[in-house]
């Protein structure tokens, strides 16, 4: 069979396991149990790998950086760098490209935005005469599918073209009016991204997952009660976003056109690591907290989305892949902290912000 043909085979499946998941809601989106990797990793390399991106202060990813320029901690304390990769446009290029996923997120878009979106979209596409930097795969999920175009392709022409045939259908009437309303939208998304991940494991090489819109809802509200029951399944789904992203080489970028409000930076008070069930929330689990932990980032909202997809993308020219041992873990889901620290002024270094060890 040919590589397209694969490759429309995994898009119908991660298609069909998507609309199954939104025609089928259930309380809460289900952890799917994962063994522990028996595979022994390449010799000399650690068993947790890492995808690190150092910016300068512009913000512009810096290339040309050693291994001694690096150091690594984990909860605080200085872990062996085991093996060290520079990755650059010209130099070192990365095997294979780095493919950027764009999804269009129809269901939490507001209805006075959809339209400047599609524009802005179809801008970062045809800029350049069409020429993309890096392979681009086009997502639109809406509260009835997830309409995938094709196979990452580096033409922005084309791309456009099949971005204009997608109808700009929004989620049903009286969908987000209550919160059940928001409910759904939070099972629908992160089901959705769940697939996405799941289905982007299986591929080699590292990926960038683009979500343009202001994402679901955080249900931050201070009267909502929590059951035991309901923050163990948080929890579980935490660590669940937190190893498989890791392990599937996507960092989250989130993106949104309009203006800032009381509500743009709220996210900011749930980038701590979750360390016990009891801690766990529905907020833990909101889209602009999983793009920081998962090493991507948050723009917007601004006035030029294809400004900010440029941006994100720029993340792909230069990083650096860096793999260590855990410790010992005295427990199951034990959470660690990491950071990379750079040896040199004015720079900063952008990774997974945390993982959970595992006996």
């Not at 995994?10 to 289900?30: D, E, G, K, M, R």
């Not at 022994?40 to 991106?53: M, Y």
Request: proline residues 8%; hydrophobic residues 35%; contains cysteine.
């Amino acid at each position: 069979m040919s590589k397209l043909c694969l490759h429309c085979l995994a898009l119908s499946v991660l298609i069909a396991a998507v609309t199954f998941a939104q025609q089928n809601p259930v309380p809460a989106l289900s952890p799917r149990p994962q063994p522990a990797s028996t595979a022994a990793p390449a010799a000399g390399e650690g068993r947790i790998h890492l995808d690190v991106v150092v910016t300068d202060k512009s913000g512009k990813p810096v290339a040309g950086l050693g291994l001694n320029d690096f150091t690594l901690l984990d909860n605080g304390q200085p872990s062996k760098i085991l093996s060290f990769t520079a990755i650059n446009g010209t130099a070192q290029k990365a095997d294979p490209p780095v493919e950027v996923i764009l999804l269009l997120d129809m269901v939490n878009l507001p209805f006075s935005q959809v339209s400047i979106t599609r524009q802005h979209i179809d801008r970062f596409l045809r800029q350049n005469s069409g020429h993309l930097a890096q392979p681009v795969s086009l997502f639109v999920l809406t509260d009835k599918s997830l309409d995938v175009q094709g196979q990452p392709s580096t033409d922005g022409s084309a791309q456009a073209e099949a971005f204009s045939q997608i109808g700009a259908r929004l989620r049903s009437p009286g969908f987000e009016s209550d919160s059940y309303g928001e409910i759904d939208r939070i099972q629908m998304s992160l089901k959705t991204l769940s697939a996405i991940t799941n289905y982007e494991g299986g591929k080699p090489g590292r990926k960038l997952l683009i979500w343009v819109g202001p994402g679901w809802p955080l249900l931050d509200q201070p009267n909502i009660k929590r059951t035991a029951k309901g923050k163990q399944e948080d929890f579980q789904n935490i660590v669940e976003f937190s190893t498989r992203l890791r392990e599937a080489r996507v960092s989250v970028y989130s993106i949104s056109f309009g203006q800032p409000n009381s509500r743009t930076v709220l996210y900011e008070s749930f980038l701590k690591g979750v360390k016990t069930e009891d801690k766990a929330i529905p907020p833990d689990l909101g889209l602009k907290v999983l793009a920081v932990e998962s090493s991507g980032r948050v723009l917007g909202p601004g006035g030029d989305l294809a400004a900010q997809i440029d941006s994100c993308i720029d993340d792909a020219q230069a990083y650096y892949r860096i793999s260590f041992d855990p410790p010992p873990a005295d427990g199951p889901n034990e959470y660690h902290d990491l950071k990379v620290q750079i040896d040199k002024p004015k720079l900063t270094a952008r990774t997974n912000t945390g993982y959970y060890n595992q006996p």
